[in-house]
Nanobody
């Protein structure tokens, strides 16, 4: 069974950058597609980005041009590079496997001066 673990969250000033990592492990032979989601306080969870096994990528309009998703097949890790962060990016960020429906525990991102 696939297991996912996020890391890399933290507190950053507006305009700053963070790189989140989603490490996949377990017996699943099909880790991808993997997506990043976020949930801000008092708001519904929303999809941020995802990447498929053949490299197809998707970005929500709110992050396009600022966030970049990538993957390292050698370590089964998916990264989310977040640049030019804004206060509205503050949320708990999760990664999830679309095939396995596995979810990580989340990593918190806070953008504040």
């Amino acid at each position: 069974q696939e297991q996912l673990a996020e890391s890399g969250g933290g507190l950053v000033q507006p305009g700053g950058s963070l790189r989140l990592a989603c490490a996949a492990s377990g017996s699943s032979s099909d880790f991808y597609p993997i997506g990043w989601f976020r949930q801000a306080p008092g708001k519904e969870r929303e999809g941020v980005s995802c990447i498929s096994s053949i490299g197809f990528v998707y970005y929500a309009s709110s992050v396009k041009g600022r966030f970049t998703i990538s993957r390292d097949d050698a370590t089964n890790t998916v990264y989310l590079q977040m640049n030019d962060l804004k206060p509205e990016d503050t949320a708990l960020y999760y990664c999830a496997g679309y095939v396995s429906d596995a979810w990580g525990q989340g990593t918190r991102v806070t953008v504040s001066s």
